[in-house]
C-alpha cells in the first residue's frame, strides 16, 4: 500500500455508528499496512538496544506523525464530521517509569527517523506501571490494563517463541513486534512470558516490590527472562547464517545494555557459547565484550543492582557457576595489573555475598557511557574512578536527547508551525536548523506569547476534565513533573510553596503574579517516604486552593496518574520548568530538555544536563540556584546541621513544622512526622537532610520569586524562553543516537 492508497481508502472508510474503539481499529490497521509496506531487509550490521522500561506512550498519533499523514487523517475525519482528538480516551503503552523508558522510546524513534538499524528489546506487561488514583491526598495503586482497548500496533510472532529455563520451572516467551517507523521501519520486540500462573507473572507487572524475598526472585526472573530470550534469538539467527562459527559475532551484532537490568545478558551469551556451543571461556567473554556496550543511568548506590549469591545460585545455578568464573577471572586480571586489593574490592563483581552487575558491565563491555557531561565526569572520577584510572578508553559521555517529532511537532502544533513561518520546514528533517530561530526571536516574541497563551488554556481545559480543578486564565505555570524521589526534591518545590503562601498572606510578597504550581509524579508503590510527600503536596493544595484570599493568585495542582500524554500537554504549556535535583545526583534528566524546546525558562540547580542547557541558551535566560557539586562534596565531608538553618529562618522554619503541628494531616500515618525527622535527626541509613533541601530552600524560594517578578515584563520573558527553543536541537535524539551510532555501535543505513 502506497501513501495516496492509504489515503483513499481512509476517504471510503465508512463512520457511522462507530464506535471510537472501532474507528480506531481501523483507521490504526490501515496504516500499519501502509507503515510495514517500507519494510526493508535486515542492515548488515544491526544495534539492540536491551531495555527493561520502554515508556512508548499512545501510538496512534505518532505513528501518524512519523508516516507523514497525520494532518490528512486528521483532515479527512472533520469531513467526516469527527474531531480526531477522541482518539486521546484511547490510553498509553505504559511500560515504563520515567526517564529510562521514555529514552529509550524516544532512542528507537530517532534510530528510525535516520534510518538506522536499531531494534529494541523488552517485556510486554500485561499491566506495566499502575494506574495512578489520589484519594484523600494518598497514591492509591491500580491496576493499568493498557491493552483494554486492544492493541493494533503490535503482532504476536507465534512461530518465534523460546523457551527460557529456571531452575524450578521453565517458560515460554512469545515475541510482540511494535513497528517503529520513520526513514526505516525498525521493530521494538517485546517478549510475553507464557506457561504456568507462576511463569506468567513475569511479564504482568513492571517492577514489582522487591522488599520481600518473592519479590526479588520475581525481579530476577524478569531481568533474566528478557536477557535470555534475546541474547537466546540473536545466536539462533547467527547460527543459521553461520553455523557455529562466532568469531564474527560481534560483527554483525552490537548490544546497548540500558542500565543494570539486562547486565545478565552478558552472562547468557557466556553461557549459550560455551555450554551449547563448546565455545572456550576465554574465547567467549571476547566474543562478548566486543559485542555489548554499556549505559549508566545513576550513581544511586541502591539503583545499582546487586543479586544476592544464593538467590542466584537457586535460581539461575548455570548463570551462578559463570559469574563465579568471571569473577575469577577478573581478579586475576587485575592482580596482573598489580592492582591494590583496595582497587580490586573496587571493581569486584563478586563481595560481600553479592554480584555487582554494574561492575560486571562495566569489566567485561568495551564502552561505558554516562548521560550528561557531569554525570559522565562523576562516573570517572567518584563511582568507577578505578576502573577509570585502568580502563580509561572504555569512557564515553553521551548525553541524553529528546526527539523532536514527539516532544514538539506532536505535541505543540502551534509552536511548530511558528518555526516553519520563521525560519522554514527544514528543521523538521534537519533539527540543527533551529538554530536558525535565534535572528527572529524578538520579532515573534509577541506570536509566541499568543501560542503560549493557547497552550496554557488547553493545558487548563485538560486539568478541568481530567482532575475536576478550573485555574484562571492567565496564570504563569511552574511545572514538577517526573518520578517521585527524594533526591528530585519535590519536598523542597512544597516547602517553596508554603513559604510564598505565608508571604502573600502577611503581605510581605508584593507584586505577585498569578502562579500555579503543577506537580506530576508516581512513587514506587513501596516508597513510604515518596508517598509521603505526595500527601504533603495534596493538603498544600487543599489549603492553599480554598484560601480565597490568595487563590487569586496562588494554586496548587498534583495530577493523577502523570503518563506521556498528560506529559505533551503539560511541556507546551509550561513556563517554568522546575528541575531542582540535589546537585550531582540526576544522571542527565530529559524532561528538562522536552520544557527547553517548548519554550519554557528552567529554574534549577546545575546539575545533570540542566548544565549544558544553560550553557546552550545563556544563564540569562535561566534561573540558576542552590549548591553545586563542589560545595555538596564540602558539605559532607566538613558537615551541616539542618537545625541551626531552622533556628535562624523563621520561614523555613514555618515550612518545615508544617509537617508536625497539626496544620496539615497525615491520616494518622505518622508520615509527616518521619519526614521531619529524616529532615532533622536523620536515620540510622543516612545524616539529616541528606539531600540538602533546606540548605538549598533560600535561594530556590529567591529563584522562584525573580521569576515572578520578571514575568511582568512579558516580552523579554518570551525572549528567554524563545532562547531556550532555539538552542534546544541539541538535545535532540536525534544527535545522541547519531552519537552512539558512531563511536559504539558503528551501524550505518
Not at 15 to 25: A, S
Not at 109 to 130: C, M, T, V
Request: glycine residues 6%; aromatic residues 10%.
Amino acid at each position: 500500500m502506497d501513501r495516496t492508497e492509504f489515503i483513499n481508502q481512509l476517504k471510503k472508510l465508512n463512520t457511522n455508528e462507530k464506535t471510537t474503539v472501532e474507528l480506531y481499529h481501523e483507521i490504526s490497521s490501515l496504516a500499519m499496512n501502509y507503515g510495514l509496506s517500507g519494510l526493508k531487509k535486515p542492515a548488515a550490521r544491526n544495534a539492540y538496544y536491551l531495555s527493561i522500561e520502554f515508556l512508548i506512550g499512545r501510538s496512534f498519533f505518532n505513528n501518524l506523525l512519523e508516516l507523514g499523514v497525520l494532518e490528512e487523517t486528521r483532515q479527512i475525519l472533520s469531513d467526516k464530521g469527527i474531531d480526531i482528538n477522541v482518539f486521546e480516551e484511547i490510553e498509553d503503552a505504559a511500560l515504563g517509569n520515567g526517564g529510562l523508558g521514555r529514552l529509550a522510546a524516544c532512542f528507537l524513534d530517532s534510530a528510525a527517523g535516520l534510518g538506522l538499524p536499531l531494534q529494541g528489546y523488552g517485556i510486554r506487561y500485561k499491566y506495566g506501571l499502575f494506574k495512578q488514583a489520589v484519594r484523600n491526598g494518598f497514591q492509591v495503586e491500580l491496576p493499568d490494563d493498557w491493552q483494554r482497548f486492544g492493541d493494533p500496533w503490535s503482532q504476536r510472532k507465534e512461530g518465534e517463541k523460546r523457551t527460557v529455563k529456571f531452575a524450578d520451572m521453565t517458560v515460554t516467551a512469545v515475541p510482540y513486534d511494535m513497528p517503529v517507523f520513520g526513514k526505516r521501519v525498525n521493530t521494538l520486540r517485546l517478549w510475553q512470558a507464557e506457561g504456568s500462573a507462576e511463569a506468567e507473572k513475569i511479564s504482568e507487572y513492571l517492577y514489582p516490590a522487591d522488599d520481600t524475598e518473592e519479590g526479588k526472585i520475581l525481579r530476577l526472573r524478569q531481568e533474566y527472562f528478557f536477557s535470555a530470550a534475546s541474547v537466546g534469538e540473536l545466536v539462533e539467527k547467527h547460527l543459521k547464517k553461520y553455523g557455529k562459527s562466532f568469531g564474527n559475532f560481534s560483527e554483525e551484532n552490537a548490544i546497548q545494555l540500558n542500565d543494570t537490568h539486562p547486565v545478565l545478558a552478558i552472562v547468557e551469551l557466556i553461557r549459550i557459547l560455551t555450554a551449547e556451543y563448546r565455545v572456550g571461556f576465554a574465547d567467549a567473554c571476547e566474543i562478548a565484550q566486543k559485542t555489548f556496550s554499556y549505559t549508566n543511568h545513576t550513581v544511586l548506590p541502591e539503583a545499582l543492582e546487586c543479586w544476592n549469591a544464593e538467590l542466584l545460585e537457586k535460581i539461575l545455578p548455570e548463570i551462578y557457576a559463570i559469574l563465579l568464573k568471571l569473577h575469577l577471572k577478573q581478579k586475576d586480571e587485575l592482580t596482573k595489573l598489580h592492582c591494590t586489593q583496595e582497587e580490586i574490592s573496587e571493581m569486584a563483581i563478586y563481595a560481600s555475598g553479592n554480584f555487582s552487575m554494574a561492575n560486571l558491565a562495566v569489566y567485561i563491555v568495551h564502552t561505558v557511557n554516562g548521560v550528561a557531561k557531569l554525570h559522565t565526569d562523576i562516573l570517572k572520577n567518584s563511582l568507577f574512578r578505578t576502573a577509570y584510572k585502568y580502563y580509561p578508553k572504555k569512557f564515553q559521555n553521551k548525553t541524553n536527547g529528546i526527539t523532536q517529532r514527539r516532544w514538539l511537532m506532536l505535541c505543540n502544533r502551534e509552536l511548530s508551525e511558528l518555526i516553519d513561518r520563521t525560519i522554514g520546514k527544514n528543521w523538521r528533517t534537519d533539527i540543527s536548523a533551529l538554530s536558525g530561530l535565534n535572528p527572529h526571536i524578538e520579532s515573534i516574541a509577541d506570536e509566541f506569547i499568543r501560542i503560549k497563551t493557547e497552550k496554557k488554556r488547553q493545558l487548563f481545559e485538560y486539568i478541568a476534565q481530567h482532575e475536576g480543578t478550573v485555574i484562571p486564565n492567565g496564570f504563569i505555570v511552574y511545572s514538577q513533573v517526573k518520578r517521585l524521589h527524594e533526591y528530585k526534591r519535590q519536598l523542597m518545590t512544597a516547602f517553596a510553596i508554603l513559604e510564598i503562601y505565608k508571604g502573600l498572606k502577611d503581605g510581605t510578597v508584593r507584586n505577585f503574579q498569578p502562579s500555579v504550581f503543577l506537580f506530576g509524579a508516581k512513587s514506587a508503590p513501596s516508597y513510604k517516604r515518596a508517598k509521603a510527600v505526595i500527601k504533603f503536596i495534596n493538603e498544600i493544595a487543599d489549603k492553599i486552593n480554598s484560601d480565597e484570599q490568595t487563590n487569586g493568585l496562588l494554586r496548587v495542582i498534583f495530577v493523577q496518574n502523570y503518563n506521556v500524554s498528560y506529559a505533551e500537554k503539560i511541556v507546551a504549556g509550561t513556563d517554568v520548568s522546575l528541575q531542582v535535583s540535589t546537585a550531582g545526583l540526576e544522571a542527565s534528566g530529559t524532561g528538562n530538555m522536552k520544557f527547553m524546546m517548548n519554550g519554557a525558562v528552567t529554574c534549577g540547580t546545575m546539575d545533570g544536563a540542566n548544565i549544558e542547557i544553560v550553557e546552550l541558551s545563556g544563564r540569562e535566560n535561566n534561573y540558576i540556584f542552590g549548591a553545586e557539586v563542589d560545595e555538596i562534596e564540602r558539605l559532607k565531608e566538613e558537615g551541616y546541621n539542618p537545625l541551626e538553618l531552622l533556628k535562624t529562618n523563621e520561614l523555613h522554619r514555618y515550612a518545615v513544622s508544617a509537617l508536625i503541628d497539626g496544620t496539615f494531616t497525615d491520616g494518622g500515618t505518622g508520615c509527616f512526622k518521619e519526614l521531619y525527622e529524616a529532615l532533622t535527626v536523620g536515620a540510622t541509613w543516612h545524616k539529616p537532610d541528606h539531600y540538602f533541601v533546606l540548605h538549598d530552600l533560600q535561594s530556590y524560594v529567591a529563584a522562584l520569586l525573580k521569576i515572578n517578578a520578571d514575568y511582568t515584563q512579558r516580552k523579554a520573558f518570551a525572549v528567554k524562553q524563545l532562547k531556550n527553543t532555539a538552542n534546544s536541537a541539541y538535545f535532540s535524539s536525534d544527535r545522541t543516537i547519531k552519537e552512539y551510532s558512531d563511536c559504539i555501535w558503528k551501524i550505518m543505513e
